[in-house]
């Protein structure tokens, strides 16, 4: 009988080889934050031997060659949920296409609709290496990495030594896999955004919405990540964690004890997240198969019914945009998709429909070096409304917190106008008057 070593050698290819066996009128899925910088750099330089290959991916990390090289027969390319700096310029040019697929959602749409669907010929993504019994992890990033595994015809894996074993379930053994390319990678350490003024006041009042005992979501996005954890969590205890991300800076809370997620609804007493990011080596050697730290797909830790589960849920997003309905805008500007929906839609609607939950929008008050408003009087039109007005519920900026929940579109304009900078404030007291006042 064949060893799980012996099978590994046997699928060891290099990345041009690896590539080879696309063959014409595929559809490659990449999921996000999977993305294999050795197979995607030999895609890019056999791009022109391609015929009709459709590639679906997550979030770029960069611009690749064959976003536009593969543009006329070779390669089709569309990002799915989140573009990223990566992405913009290319969706913006219609280059590529854009998928607003929910992260809980790819069960649904690739197993329990799966002739709906088209399928899945290749995925590729990033794993560590085989521990003793022949699994290979993904480590701090799962995602949605199974559903797309168990659906795909062929699976191409870049293993890559940083990464590590995490508890989960979000693990192949080499039998599930069918080429394997190996790829050093050195570690990076990327730390969050440096707290300022803005994010220092803004993390004063939610501290006030934070309650001894609450689980907390904390999304991506510099006004969110970059909040000092020392004044938002001062003296709060026994909080909870259940988070699409989990920046370091929150790995090291867990480590503290501080969340200590022993009074959660579900999984007590366990940190639950899909991704670990801006991380260092120690975060990373706590996180390594520890039973008190879980990396799951987020079919199931996006899934509303998962967070509307727990009690006294607090979801914490960034927003770009609100108008003086509530109505808020946290993917495009000008119309322009900036990021995409991320897991803020899921968290929301989940963490309002949680027993004692509350949802947090972060708002800096002004963008553009203070000379654009973020609260307007109505989005503009091709704005994406992320948040529909019905679903707002507390938003902050450095001027305060407004509570929109259960008022009318008055009092709504009335609480908002409070926490603009007061550079804007009459003109929107005058656009107010004119929408919401006879």
């Known amino acids: 009988m064949q060893s799980w070593r012996e099978e590994y050698a046997g699928k060891l290819v290099s990345a ?18 999977g993305e294999p910088p050795a197979v995607l750099t030999a895609l890019a330089k056999h791009t022109a031997d391609f015929k009709n290959v459709q590639l679906l991916m997550g979030v770029p990390r960069q611009e690749w060659e064959f976003f536009r090289s593969g ?15 990566g992405g913009r310029a290319v969706v913006e040019e219609r280059l590529v296409d854009y998928y607003p697929t929910l992260f809980s959602f790819h069960s649904k ?29 993904f480590g701090t990033s799962v995602w949605y990495k199974p559903v797309i595994a168990r659906c795909a015809k062929v699976i191409i894996a870049e293993v890559q030594s940083n990464v590590i074993p995490t ?44 309650r001894d ?26 909080l909870g964690w259940h988070s699409e991300i989990t920046p370091g800076p929150i790995v090291k809370r867990i480590k503290a004890k501080q969340i200590n997620s022993s009074r959660k609804t579900l999984n007590r007493g366990i940190a639950v997240t899909t991704l670990v990011q801006n991380h260092d080596k120690e975060d990373l050697e706590f996180v390594r198969d520890n039973p008190a730290f879980e990396v799951r797909d987020s079919t199931y830790v996006n899934n509303v019914v998962t967070i509307a589960t727990h009690d006294n849920m607090v979801a914490m997003n960034s927003g770009l945009a609100i108008d003086l309905t509530g109505q808020i805008a946290s993917e495009t500007i000008g119309g322009a998709i900036f990021n995409g929906m991320g897991g ?17 929008h972060v708002l800096p008050s002004t963008a553009g070096d203070g000379f654009i408003s973020r609260i307007v009087p109505r989005l503009p039109e091709g704005e994406y409304v992320t948040i529909p007005r019905s679903w707002a519920d507390h938003v902050v900026t450095e001027w305060g917190v407004a ?12 609480a ?16 107010a008057r004119k929408m919401h006042w006879p």
């Not at 543009?71 to 700096?85: C, D, L, P, Q």
């Not at 690739?110 to 992890?137: H, L, Q």
């Not at 080499?174 to 220092?200: Q, Y």
């Not at 609450?214 to 969110?224: E, I, K, P, S, V």
């Open 403 to 414: 509570k929109l929940l259960g008022k009318s579109h008055r009092q709504r304009a009335e």
């Open 71 to 85: 543009v006329g027969g070779h390669i089709a390319v569309g990002f799915e949920n989140f573009v990223g700096a």
């Open 213 to 238: 005992g609450d689980t907390l979501q904390l999304g991506t996005g510099r006004a969110a990540l970059s909040m000092p954890l020392d004044i938002l969590l001062k003296g709060k205890n026994d």
């Open 416 to 431: 908002l106008i409070e926490v603009a900078h007061p550079a804007f404030r009459e003109e929107l007291k005058a656009a």
């Open 344 to 360: 803020q839609q899921e968290f929301v609607f989940g963490a309002m429909l949680s027993k004692g939950g509350r949802s947090v």
């Open 16 to 33: 041009d080889q690896a590539v080879a066996k696309i063959g014409p009128n595929q559809r490659i899925v990449i999921p996000i934050t």
């Open 167 to 210: 508890r989960g379930g979000g693990r192949l053994h080499v039998s599930e896999i069918d080429w394997f390319v190996e790829n050093e990678v050195p570690f990076v350490s990327r730390g969050v955004p440096d707290a300022d003024d803005v994010s220092i006041k803004i993390a004063t009042s939610i501290h006030g919405l934070i």
């Open 109 to 137: 749409i690739n197993e329990e609709r799966k002739g709906e669907a088209p399928p899945i010929d290749v995925t590729t993504f990033v794993v560590s290496p085989p521990d003793d019994e022949g699994y290979c992890y």
